[in-house]
């Protein structure tokens, strides 16, 4: 949503400025029956956000998760790490695979250089939760900074092993 944007209204990435039919639903009083009926008057379809992704061949499930999640372009996707996307609920390995494949690149994942450097793989998401995204920045945290990111005595301890 752009910064001039009004509130309850989202703007269609394809029309800017143009109501979708997610934006108007937010409005006091109306329901999918008032858009419907208005849609039947007009004799046109009211534009929703998913038609971009359907556009793209997106599943119908996924693309509501990823217009929920304010996912409305492959832009908004680009920003995102692996990881950043897999946590996003309701977004899974399938759906990156969609994505990365519409992209044509993979999405940039720091848990993988965090993995390859011999951090086992269920400390990864906690590291970077912490912000801890490189090997350099695991070495200099100290183990209280570790252990007030979750980590227990003992995963310090496997976290040491791995730099």
Known sequence: MSDDAQPGRVEN??????????????LSGVTDRTLTRLEIRTGRKLPALRDYWHRHGVPRRVSSVLVRHGLLTLNDCARLTREEFLFLPGLERKALAIIENLLGYELPSPGRALQ??????RLTGLLLRAGI??????????????????LSARDVKACRHAR
């Open 13 to 26: 990435p394809g029309r800017p400025g143009l109501r979708s039919r997610e934006s108007l639903l937010v």
């Open 116 to 121: 390859e450097g011999g951090v086992p793989g």
């Open 133 to 150: 995204t490189t090997l350099d920045q695991l070495r200099t945290a100290t183990d209280p900074t570790l252990r007030k990111a979750g």
